[in-house]
């Protein structure tokens, strides 16, 4: 199944064609119109479902930021969910998220910047990507 220009563009690391460009920046300017707490939580959700670059269940982007509060995580759906691509079952039976289109990523790190996707990275490696070392290796 072809994936179409935009896609293909996203997957080369070219920009988005015109008409696509322009509909992720009314998207992006609908995100920055959300009131200043919204859109940070909105933006830090979406950066770092990006910057994982495959699909994140829930809890793991609320473990991630340290989010103890269900209605957090419920609150970046609500404001996100139609950017959001739902799998089913990927993470020990969990609905797992990621941007519904590679053009949309590809955005989205733009507009964060190479600074804040590499903390979102650290994030992720710090949190959601750590390798657990067994104990009696670390004692030897």
Request: aromatic share 8%; with cysteine.
């Amino acid at each position: 199944m072809a994936r179409g220009a935009a896609g293909r563009a996203a997957a080369r690391g070219a920009p988005a064609p015109r008409a696509e460009s322009g509909f992720l920046k009314q998207i992006w300017q609908q995100l920055r119109s959300l009131p200043r707490e919204q859109f940070g939580l909105v933006a830090n959700g979406l950066g770092l479902v990006c910057a994982a670059r495959e699909a994140l269940p829930l809890e793991e982007i609320e473990a991630a930021w340290g989010w103890n509060d269900v209605e957090v995580g419920e609150d970046l759906l609500r404001a996100a969910r139609a950017l959001l691509l739902e799998e089913p079952a990927s993470w020990r039976g969990a609905r797992a998220y990621r941007p519904y289109h590679e053009a949309f990523l590809a955005f989205l790190a733009e507009k964060l910047g190479p600074k804040r996707m590499a903390e979102l990275h650290r994030r992720l490696l710090e949190t959601t990507a750590r390798w657990p070392v067994a104990r009696r290796l670390c004692l030897r």
